[in-house]
């Protein structure tokens, strides 16, 4: 009886015109007397649809959902408890490695984000101080890295030339709280899936894009020239740059020199690493410390060579640089300069996370551990919103700190915390030796540093391999970034992925499948359904090879690149199978039921031949064939079937809208009317969640249809069932009495050979009790069967009440030929059966 939320339900829907449950009078009725499985199992399974509270009680998190979301927001919180001396020592090397070489990256960094040097190093700190605490990655190093850093001088630049007064490190400290309060929104929602919709091609384009403005960028303070800037388009700072060569001065000896060292202790290095394997490690610190070594060797020879004449030093160098935190305190957030940021924050929220995740996502990778993406969020949004607390500008993963912090043998987060006490001593300790530090030399390890984030030609070469159209792409993005900007460049892009992706949205579709019988070759022998059971060698026709095939569905086009001399057909008659190749929503409904439509009406005949009383009664855009081509017409299309079932693979469906089931409808519509008086069955298979099952109910599909004025019949209902019962399902059964059998012809041979041995049963020690072994042999094979008939237990795995919703295509093919027959038999019944 129904209660009395439903009562009034119904009223409301009544009272509204709504139809709850769709009007079964024109259905033929499905009853458990036609399943074998009424005849074997105590109970059936009817699957109900899901409904929309058991969609919302699913989003609504439990209590140990929202414990589990908030232990996931302090990851150190599950590895900190097993912290141990081990670890420690790995994280002390690897600290120190990392702190000296962030300390001259951070200052140098700093130049190219339109700041003093000073602010590097602030920034340097609190990155590595509190991504431990929130960070899912141990191998990541946290703090300026030279394409942000970019980014950033690019916003001060612009905000400075539109006559904002602030000066450039409160521009850049109020754009990464503004920058770290989004990434950190992002994070706690748990939106890190986000990131997965920049692809590699736009990545790689815009850091190579990036690394070659970076570059050119550096030549002018490199080669020490003046009087233009180094913030245009590359291609211009290039012009420039060659124009006021003459005006060349010592920093170039410097630089040029610099850069050649670095390079050449990197390659002597790799060199010997190959050569001295066994000294690998000690020769990777010293690769690794090379930055090191040409800043200090430079900063030794500066100092020799200006230490009688700072106010007038022989060539740039890097200045005074401040003892100590200057910059503490809360940040100036000026609401005039908020809406400037507008244009510029995309870029900036971009950079900040597809660099620092697609780092941490490889390196978890290739040392066998998961990061979390959204954490990972909340980890540079908390390191960019306290940052500037310090003085601190935009910052995040950095590639080259990262390979050196993995290689330097890091065992967890907690390196950073080293890291971040030797920045803090440089702070205090080092600045007047910061002081000589060349500018020159600075600009050589920026453009030794960002060297390696141009993509190589055989990538560029693998890509090409994999989807020629995306290289394009990928070039496009680095023209951009060199004759436009490098923000331009991402845009680009980003906007070209995204236009690709959906136009091969829009025109997918689906392809019609041919069926074939293949056998499982192993050698020169076919085998059965287990690997080891050979039924017959290969060539050589016998019953048991033939019952081994199997049907195989593929495209009729062979696109899916199998061998085109596989011939293949349709699997009956006016039955076609179609499968979805890029599932099936809004975007690509149209153009796949059109290719559908078009596909089978070239292919079929119309059921009856379109009769109209008037010439004018045909619709217009209906001209009929023409009168010189009728009879060749008329006999071309004799010889093609009638239309009688469709097959739908659902396998690359993960579900579907409002728009795509409304196409679905109409073109059943529109093929029923093809093949009038009778219908089109529908059959899906691979259904793949229970929503889209509901959506194609709501539609009328599932259930058979009975035809207006054509030929009834009552409907074979095939379904799947899948043994039930562990141990005693008839599989278990099967393999114990192999094992009964084996161990009675085993019994049997001993029996032999003692009669054989013993001569007369009669003189030998035998039990009368214990039967013989003949009988026991002879006996079992009719104890099996019983014992199988007893235990073969089954259950459906679909609902009996959607006999036309299959797991698999061969069920699906199964039922829709035997319909199509009963149909056949029925109609040649009534005709025989009529006067």
Known sequence: MPNLSSKIGRGLAKILGIRLEESESNRDAVTRGESVMSTQTSDSFFEGPPTSLEWIQEQVPTSEESAAYIKSLFPFLSWMPHYNLQWLAGDVVAGITIGAVLVPQGMAYALLANLEPQFGLYSSFMGVIIYWVFGTSKDISIG??????????TVVQDLKATGVTLSANAIASSLSIIAGCIVLGLGLLRLGWLVDLISITSLSAFMTGSAITIAVSQLPSLLGLHGFSNRDAPYKVIINTLKHLPETK???????????????????????AERYPNKKRIIFFANTMRTVFAILLYTMISWLVNRGRREHPAFSVLGKVPKGFQEVGPPNLNSAILSKFATHLPATVIVMLVEHIAISKSFGRVNNYTIDPSQE????????????????????????????????????PAAGIITGVVV?????????????????????????????????????????????????????????????????GLYATVCL??????????KARGRFMGKVRVHSVLGDHIIGADHKQLVGEYGTFTEAWENSSRNVFLPLDHGDGSNPEVELENPYPGIFIYRFSEGFNYPNANHSLEYLTDFIKARTQRTSTEMFERRGDRPWN?????????????????????????????????????????????????????????????????????????ALIAGGFGIPTTPTGGVPHRWRSIFSVAEIGGKDSAAAVAEESAVDRDLALRHSRVADEEMAKGGDLASSDFDETAPASTGFIDEKPTNIAAALRQRRKGAVVSGLDRPLFHIDLTSAVQSAISNVEAREEFRAESAMSSP
């Open 497 to 506: 992925s995204a236009a690709i992706l959906l136009f091969r949205i829009l």
């Open 250 to 272: 010592l920093d170039a000896a410097l630089g040029l020199t610099a850069l050649f060292l670095l390079y050449l202790i990197r390659h002597v290095l790799n060199r010997a």
């Open 622 to 694: 209906n001209p009929g064939p023409r009168k010189t081509a009728k009879s060749r017409q008329s006999r071309e299309e004799a010889e093609l079937p009638k239309l009688k079932a469709i097959i739908l693979d659902f396998s690359s469906v993960n579900n579907v809208d409002i728009t795509s089931v409304q196409r679905l409808i109409d073109v059943r519509n529109q093929l029923d009317k093809y093949t009038a008086p009778e219908v089109v069955d529908w059959h899906i298979a691979c259904i793949n969640n229970r929503w889209t099952k509901r």
């Open 377 to 412: 969020m909340v980890a540079i949004g908390m390191t960019n919103i306290l940052g500037p607390f310090l003085g601190g500008y935009p910052s995040t993963g950095s590639f080259s700190r990262t390979a050196v912090n993995s290689k330097a043998g890091v065992r967890t």
């Open 144 to 153: 300026p890295v030279a394409v942000l850093s970019t980014v950033v001088g």
């Open 424 to 488: 803090l001593l440089a702070t205090y300790l080092l600045t007047s030796v910061f002081f000589y530090i060349p500018s020159a030399s600075l600009a050589a390890v920026i453009i030794h540093a960002v060297g390696d984030l141009i993509t190589p030609p055989n990538t560029v070469y693998q890509f090409w391999r994999v989807s020629p159209l995306e290289v394009f792409v990928f070039f496009i993005g680095v023209f951009i970034s060199i004759f436009v900007h490098i923000e331009e």
